[in-house]
């Protein structure tokens, strides 16, 4: 998702091929041999297989939003905010949502240590509308997926420890037109199939 948000932002479109995790095309196999979702393959051949680095990648080619230019020179704080978020804070997001397929993780002792993390944004956004100022910054589109899914597991208990400013961050990005446009449903890519590209056209 957040890849396909900051292909969405950068104004190119790609061609989109959906996969289906249990059912990945020998296509997809052939040019990453690791496999996983998303991966983007350039006009060159070259491949990408990190979705932050396909997120970079778009921005670098063009940024109209200034997704990559925060606040006041916040260039490195904003990534090593994008650090702590898909490394401890997505180690423990895994535990806490899956924590029957780690052994002997202790699923709640993960939903406090991801809380922590929470509590780094909601010092962030005490101060500014998004976490590195009033507007939009790539460590948004970046974050915000990955709070969905940790509010996902226990809305409720979201709702109730989660500090509000957080919440309000998180509804508003859910509610935003640019999360509804990634989020469009689409079917497994099949060979024979027509191009999709994405972003459509008059999107
Ligand atoms: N750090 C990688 C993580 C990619 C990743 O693990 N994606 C999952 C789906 S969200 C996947 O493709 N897993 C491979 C599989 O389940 O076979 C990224 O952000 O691109």
Redesign the pocket.
């Known amino acids: 998702m957040?890849?396909r948000l900051a292909v969405q932002a950068c104004g190119r479109q790609v061609q989109l091929r959906e996969v289906v995790?249990r059912n990945?095309p020998q296509q997809m196999l052939d040019i990453s041999v690791k496999?996983?979702?998303?991966v983007l393959q350039l006009t060159d051949g070259a491949v990408i297989?990190?979705?932050?680095q396909?997120m970079l990648w778009a921005l670098q080619n063009n940024d109209p939003q200034q997704l990559l230019s925060p606040d006041k020179n916040k260039h490195e704080q904003m990534l090593v905010l994008i650090a702590d978020n898909?490394g401890s804070f997505?180690h423990n997001l895994d535990r806490y949502k899956y924590g029957n397929r780690y052994e002997n993780a202790d699923p709640l002792q993960h939903r406090a240590a991801g809380l922590q993390f929470l509590q780094v944004l909601d010092g962030l956004l005490r101060q500014s509308a998004y976490l590195f100022g009033e507007q939009p910054s790539l460590a948004d589109i970046a974050v915000f997926p990955f709070i969905r899914q940790f509010a996902g597991v226990d809305r409720k208990w979201f709702e109730q420890s989660v500090p509000k400013a957080v919440q309000s961050w998180l509804s508003k990005w859910l509610s935003s037109a640019e999360f509804g446009a990634v989020m469009t449903k689409y079917p497994a890519w099949n060979s024979e199939d027509p191009v999709v590209l994405f972003p459509e056209a008059d999107s």
């Not at 496999?35 to 998303?38: I, Q, Y």
């Not at 297989?49 to 932050?52: C, N, Q, R, T, Y």
């Open positions: 957040r890849a995790l990945k496999a996983t979702v998303p297989e990190e979705s932050l396909i898909d997505k």
